[in-house]
């Protein structure tokens, strides 16, 4: 790595550092966590009668009931009998480390991926959700490509390498207390537990959604994707 390189990656984790230390004052200081963060997309509203690979998901709340936030997820990837292998989008607008990927979109809940966070999501963790837009193909492969890297400990192709961040080494890190949180989020939604769904509210559109117009036919079944 070049020196260059190496301060690249410094103005990264200085830039995420700043977001993470902000996100938790702010946390700490005000009532409703939740409207800290952006709010969910609504341009494209559409309840999913069969998610597809590509597809850009909001989970209705019911789906991760800690978590306190809109959670988007990307679908990346589907086999036999429903199971989707999808990411989430981070909280943040700066990648935390290498299994980060920066999307290049410029909404903001789309515009950071959590490639490390993947799971394979039972298709009851999908119910009531809203598809709010798809990847372009070229799209799905940078993220493939990005998780690929991280899982092999490898740096990504060199033109996705100043979309992500550096890499999670020290046990102090504090960005190893934001891969905990995340990634008991996913943990639950991956659980696709049936007896927490509509726990939440009564309410049937708690991000203030109407139900929409419903997908056609899914798409043909996409390869299997790698087993994390």
Same mark, same amino acid.
């Given at each position: 790595?070049?020196?260059?390189?190496?301060?690249?990656?410094?103005?990264?984790?200085?830039?995420?550092?700043?977001?993470?230390?902000?996100?938790?004052?702010? $946390?700490?200081?005000?009532?409703?966590?939740?409207?800290?963060?952006?709010?969910?997309? #609504?341009?494209?509203?559409?309840?999913? #009668? =069969?998610?597809?690979?590509?597809?850009?998901?909001?989970?209705?709340?019911?789906?991760?009931?800690?978590?306190? /936030?809109?959670?988007?997820?990307?679908?990346?990837?589907?086999?036999?009998?429903?199971?989707?292998?999808?990411?989430?989008?981070?909280?943040?607008?700066?990648?935390?480390?290498?299994?980060?990927? /920066?999307?290049?979109?410029?909404?903001?809940?789309?515009?950071? !991926? %959590?490639?490390?966070?993947?799971?394979?999501?039972?298709?009851?963790?999908?119910?009531?959700?809203?598809?709010?837009?798809?990847?372009?193909? $070229?799209? $799905?492969? =940078?993220?493939?490509?990005?998780?690929?890297?991280?899982?092999?400990?490898?740096?990504?192709? +060199?033109? !996705? /390498?100043?979309?992500?961040?550096?890499?999670?080494?020290?046990?102090?890190?504090?960005?190893? !207390?934001?891969?905990?949180?995340?990634?008991?989020?996913?943990?639950?939604?991956?659980?696709?537990?049936? +007896?927490? !769904?509509?726990?939440?509210?009564?309410?049937?559109?708690?991000?203030?959604?109407?139900?929409?117009?419903?997908?056609?036919? %899914?798409?043909?079944?996409?390869?299997?994707?790698?087993?994390?």
């Amino acid at each position: 790595m070049t020196d260059e390189e190496r301060n690249r990656m410094a103005a990264r984790l200085a830039a995420w550092l700043n977001e993470w230390r902000l996100d938790h004052m702010l $946390r700490a200081t005000m009532e409703g966590p939740e409207l800290l963060s952006a709010p969910p997309l #609504t341009s494209r509203r559409s309840r999913p #009668t =069969a998610i597809r690979v590509r597809d850009l998901v909001l989970l209705h709340p019911s789906a991760t009931p800690s978590c306190d /936030r809109p959670l988007h997820v990307a679908v990346l990837g589907r086999r036999r009998g429903g199971l989707r292998w999808v990411a989430p989008f981070s909280r943040f607008s700066t990648p935390a480390s290498n299994g980060e990927w /920066r999307t290049g979109r410029s909404a903001m809940p789309l515009r950071v !991926l %959590a490639l490390w966070n993947a799971r394979w999501i039972p298709p009851r963790t999908f119910a009531n959700g809203w598809v709010v837009g798809r990847f372009t193909e $070229r799209e $799905r492969r =940078a993220a493939r490509e990005v998780w690929e890297a991280w899982r092999h400990g490898r740096p990504p192709p +060199s033109r !996705l /390498r100043d979309d992500v961040g550096p890499p999670v080494v020290h046990p102090d890190d504090p960005r190893r !207390l934001y891969e905990e949180e995340e990634a008991r989020i996913m943990d639950e939604a991956a659980a696709g537990d049936e +007896s927490k !769904l509509f726990c939440l509210s009564e309410e049937p559109f708690p991000y203030g959604i109407p139900d929409a117009e419903r997908l056609k036919a %899914a798409e043909e079944e996409e390869p299997d994707a790698p087993r994390p």
